[in-house]
């Protein structure tokens, strides 16, 4: 888990550039989600299949760190995943 530097976290569904372990790149879905109060969560599905594979989740504590529940993602995709949450700036 990593700790955040700010508390602005997505708001809306957006979509991310992901490089995965294999080389191959894809664009994945990222979508705000019920959590606890205090809490962020984002279910991850890919982004342009006709099923929207579910990838996981990402949960955000209180306190800033995240963890990720699913099975698809190695630690470097949900790094590039929990940095694009953490980075997200909408464009107005």
Same mark, same amino acid.
Request: glycine letters at 6%; aromatic letters at 14%.
């Given at each position: 888990?990593?700790?955040?530097?700010?508390?602005?976290?997505?708001?809306?569904?957006?979509?991310?550039?992901?490089?995965?372990?294999?080389?191959?790149?894809?664009?994945?879905?990222?979508?705000?989600?019920?959590?606890?109060?205090?809490?962020?969560?984002?279910?991850? #599905?890919?982004? /342009? +299949?006709?099923?929207?594979? *579910?990838?996981?989740?990402?949960?955000?504590? !209180?306190?800033? #760190?995240?963890? /990720? +529940?699913?099975?698809?993602? *190695?630690?470097?995709?949900?790094?590039?995943? !929990?940095?694009?949450?953490?980075? /997200?700036?909408?464009?107005?």
């Amino acid at each position: 888990m990593q700790q955040l530097k700010s508390k602005i976290f997505l708001r809306d569904e957006a979509k991310a550039w992901l490089n995965r372990h294999n080389g191959a790149s894809e664009v994945i879905r990222v979508v705000p989600s019920y959590a606890p109060v205090g809490h962020q969560c984002y279910e991850l #599905y890919t982004a /342009y +299949d006709q099923s929207g594979e *579910n990838l996981g989740r990402i949960l955000f504590d !209180a306190n800033g #760190y995240w963890i /990720y +529940d699913g099975e698809d993602l *190695n630690i470097i995709e949900q790094e590039q995943v !929990a940095k694009f949450i953490i980075n /997200y700036v909408e464009i107005l």
